[in-house]
C-alpha cells in the first residue's frame, strides 16, 4: 500500500508564497507520474502540476509562469512552489502518483493539505 503525505499548506496573503511537499512510502521513481491536484468549494478536482518520470511537466493554464512541480528521488518527494498566489488558488491541493498494474494506470492519492489566499 502507497502512502502520500501532503505538507506546507497554510494561509497567506495574496501575492504570496508557499511550497508544497508530498512524500511517498516508495521511490517515486517507480511511477509513472506525480502531480497536483486542487478542489476549491463547489468545484471539481482539477490537475495543477504534473511531472512524468522523464522529465516532463504540464501545468494548467491558470498557474502557468506561478506555480513549479519538481521531484527529488533521492528523498522520494515531489514538490510545488506556488508563487504570486491568487485568491483563486484557494482549495485542497492533493498529491497524485501514477502506476501501471496489470496494463492499466492505478492511482494513489494523499490526504490533501488546504491552501488558502487572502486578498
Known amino acids: 500500500q502507497v502512502q502520500l503525505v501532503e505538507s506546507g499548506g497554510g494561509l497567506v496573503q495574496a501575492g504570496g508564497s508557499l511550497r508544497l511537499s508530498c512524500a511517498a512510502s516508495?521511490?517515486?521513481?517507480?511511477?509513472?507520474?506525480m502531480g497536483w491536484y486542487r478542489q476549491a468549494p463547489g468545484k471539481q478536482r482539477e490537475l495543477v502540476a504534473g511531472?512524468?518520470?522523464?522529465?516532463?511537466?504540464n501545468y494548467a493554464d491558470s498557474v502557468k509562469g506561478r506555480f513549479t512541480i519538481s521531484r527529488d528521488n533521492a528523498k522520494d518527494t515531489v514538490y510545488l512552489q506556488m508563487n504570486s498566489l491568487k485568491p483563486e488558488d484557494t482549495a485542497v491541493y492533493y498529491c497524485?502518483?501514477?502506476?501501471?498494474?496489470?496494463?492499466?494506470?492505478?492511482?494513489?492519492w494523499g490526504q490533501g493539505t488546504q491552501v488558502t489566499v487572502s486578498s
Open positions: 511531472a512524468s518520470s522523464g522529465g516532463t511537466t
Open positions: 516508495r521511490p517515486i521513481f517507480r511511477f509513472n507520474a
Open positions: 497524485n502518483a501514477e502506476e501501471t498494474y496489470r496494463g492499466s494506470p492505478y492511482y494513489y
